[in-house]
């Protein structure tokens, strides 16, 4: 079946510094989706990516889909601690579900 | 604007007791989901529903019972709990996306189940 691999598992950064999380398909995918949970909380949608090389940017966060559409990635520029959380890719290739893919776990120390 | 609510919040079983999670949405979303979510493993799928009266085997489905008599509704049942059914469990729905993908999904605050 559809497996979704998302890397770092975790990464801790100092306030100001960047953050980069990669997400790889094992299937070529329809299209991708980015949550964000912040601990304790529930996954809230961030943002969905369609097009082959689509890149898309919400304020310091840009996502982009790879060319061949079987990867993403999520760029944060300056963190801040407000983006304190667990990032986790989804992915979609035609079933009835999107496929997680196990989070990266970011922690931002003032 | 409610959107999508569990119920209960929390809740402590005895290995063998049956419980059953509701979840409700007021989105008229054609697609529920249940997720459990475990330390390092992500959100991985129980059951899902396509739509009323329709139900489907997730990625993790044995041990769980769902069903969805009503649209709105989509409830996850446990006939006889085990301790590794222990874990914090989210309902989700979303509507049909472009091209039949599925569209956001909407989470639920979670319900937490430990069970003894």
């Known amino acids: 079946g559809q497996q979704v691999m998302q890397i770092p598992q975790y990464q801790h950064v100092q306030e100001g510094e960047d953050f980069t999380t990669y997400c790889n398909s094992s299937?070529?995918?329809?299209?991708i989706q980015w949550y964000k949970q912040r601990p304790g909380g529930h996954p809230v949608f961030l943002i969905q990516?369609?097009?082959?090389?689509e890149v898309k940017k919400q304020k310091r966060l840009t996502f982009q889909f790879g060319e061949a559409k079987k990867n993403s990635s999520l760029h944060i520029t300056a963190t801040q601690t407000t983006d304190v959380g667990t990032y986790f890719c989804?992915?979609?290739?035609?079933?009835?579900?999107?496929?997680f893919g196990k989070g990266t776990m970011l922690l931002v120390s003032p | 604007n409610a959107g999508v609510t569990q119920t209960p919040k929390f809740r402590v079983l005895k290995t063998g007791q049956s419980m059953t999670l509701l979840c409700a949405q007021d989105?008229?979303?054609?697609?529920m989901y249940w997720y459990r979510q475990d330390p390092g493993m992500g959100l991985r799928l129980i059951h899902y529903?396509?739509?009323?009266?329709?139900?489907a085997k997730g990625e993790v489905p044995d041990g769980y019972n769902v069903s969805r008599l009503k649209k709105q509704n989509f409830l996850l049942g446990l006939e006889s709990a085990a301790p590794s059914q222990t874990s914090v469990y989210f309902c989700?729905?979303?509507?049909?996306?472009?091209?039949?993908?599925?569209?956001?999904?909407?989470f639920g605050e979670g319900s937490r189940l430990t069970v003894l």
């Open positions: 989700a729905s979303s509507y049909l996306g472009l091209a039949g993908a599925t569209g956001e999904l909407f």
């Open positions: 299937t070529t995918l329809s299209n």
């Open positions: 990516l369609v097009k082959s090389g």
């Open positions: 989804a992915g979609y290739s035609g079933y009835s579900t999107l496929t």
């Open positions: 989105m008229n979303h054609e697609y």
């Open positions: 529903s396509v739509g009323e009266g329709t139900t």
